[in-house]
């Protein structure tokens, strides 16, 4: 059997009765905090600064010459963990590009849901045209989940126009003037 020890309490110091240790402690934290700076911000009204490799909302981008990049290939859609990209292909506009029309296609409806993208950036690795890229953006909002579904128009809108580094177009079109069509 365990026998019980008694421990008895050291009686107090008139400062310990007092707290005026623990007050002064307490008060050389806080002032000492208040002349540091800051470590938070004011959310919207100011920005975080975002590190180069940061990887954020999947956008769709145009080439320079402002036409579409993607031509439905639908490689991200099916290594995208979380299946939140949906891709229907379809046909490129003959009148409006017809030197493309008829080698390639355009996505008839591409739609990125973001309430199941976790950001990964496998639909940007395996992109063969670099076409989808994560861009910088981190704050969605939306009343709905449809909100929350980006479709083709907005993912061009957030996405823009890249620099491109291939310029596959204008290289396909130099090489036909040549004599050379493929």
Excluded at 86 to 92: D, K
Aim: glycine letters at 6%; hydrophobic letters at 35%; one cysteine or more.
């Amino acid at each position: 059997m365990a026998k019980t020890k008694v421990l008895e309490r050291k009686p107090l110091s008139f400062a310990e009765k007092t707290f005026l240790p623990q007050i002064v402690t307490g008060l050389k934290t806080t002032f000492s905090s208040m002349l540091q700076k800051g470590v938070t911000l004011q959310y919207p009204e100011e920005r975080p600064t975002i590190p180069d490799n940061y990887r954020g909302v999947p956008t769709l981008v145009k080439d320079p010459n402002g036409r579409e990049k993607c031509v439905s290939c639908q490689l991200c859609e099916f290594v995208c963990p979380p299946k939140a990209i949906r891709i229907t292909p379809g046909a490129i506009d003959a009148e409006a590009e017809p030197e493309r029309a008829h080698v390639e296609k355009a996505p008839q409806e591409f739609d990125i849901n973001m309430l199941r993208c976790i950001y990964c950036g496998l639909c940007q690795e395996v992109c063969p045209e670099e076409a989808i890229f994560l861009q910088d953006i981190f704050s969605l909002s939306g009343y709905s989940r449809e909100e929350m579904i980006n479709n083709k128009q907005k993912l061009y809108e957030l996405g823009g126009t890249l620099p491109d580094k291939h310029f596959k177009w204008d290289k396909k079109k130099a090489a036909e003037a040549t004599g050379n069509a493929h």
